[in-house]
């Protein structure tokens, strides 16, 4: 089964700053003072760039629909197919993300409804996004930031470099973690918010605890979606 990609960048108006411009550009300015507050210091900038990816077989007309009609919108933005729309240099990283096949996930439901009764032979559809970090760091250094700041281990995996083909069979095989919750102490619970960046407050992980502890079972990533 072939895995098409398609990357969407913003175009760059030269009369005017379109809103998507400026929406992209606090997206990246936010994930670099993330980076910087976990300590990545060595990093210059972080570009964002939605990915998808799709498995099946596709004709030269279903490519260009994709491309210029079904995942982006042409007044702002620009989608191409293949790698070579990310460019980087020596001193320049790629981490790019995918949604965990066990997620829910309503744009790849859409697409995969319009494709197939566009009658296209499309088997999955999986959203990601492709960063390109500016900066002189390490392979350990960009896989810290990956696991640190860029990829939401509830939801997503993650590769340095491209993401290569990853077969329905392949996905499923992604382990699901489970905690036990519904025998954490308060400061773990807190902590367990943090490491996960779950953005939940005491009050509501202590809610999570005593639905686990009725339920007498641990808790699985997903779950803590």
Do not use: W
């Amino acid at each position: 089964m072939k895995m098409y990609r398609f990357t969407v960048k913003n175009k760059m108006l030269s009369d005017s700053v379109d809103a998507v411009c400026i929406d992209s550009t606090k997206e990246n300015r936010k994930l670099l003072s993330l980076a910087k507050n976990a300590g990545f210091t060595e990093v210059i900038s972080i570009e964002d760039f939605p990915t998808y990816f799709i498995y099946g077989e596709l004709s030269e007309k279903d490519v260009a629909l994709f491309r210029d009609v079904l995942l982006c919108d042409n007044a702002l933005e620009c989608c191409e197919e293949g790698t070579s729309c990310l460019q980087f240099s020596d001193t320049s990283s790629l981490v790019e993300t995918c949604t965990k096949q066990s997620v829910a996930d309503s744009t790849a439901t859409e697409v995969l409804k319009v494709a197939r009764g566009m009658g296209i032979n499309i088997e999955d559809f999986v959203t990601g996004h492709s960063y390109v970090i500016k900066g002189e760091l390490a392979t350990e250094r960009v896989k810290e930031l990956a696991e640190k700041v860029l990829c939401n281990p509830i939801n997503e995996v993650y590769s340095i470099g491209f993401m290569e083909s990853l077969t329905a069979k392949e996905k499923g095989k992604i382990e699901v973690a489970r905690f036990d919750v519904m025998n954490m102490k308060d400061g773990e619970l807190e902590e367990l918010s943090c490491k996960r960046r779950l953005s939940l407050d005491l009050t509501e992980m202590r809610s999570i605890r005593s639905y686990f502890e009725a339920e007498a079972r641990a808790c699985t990533d997903a779950e803590l979606e």
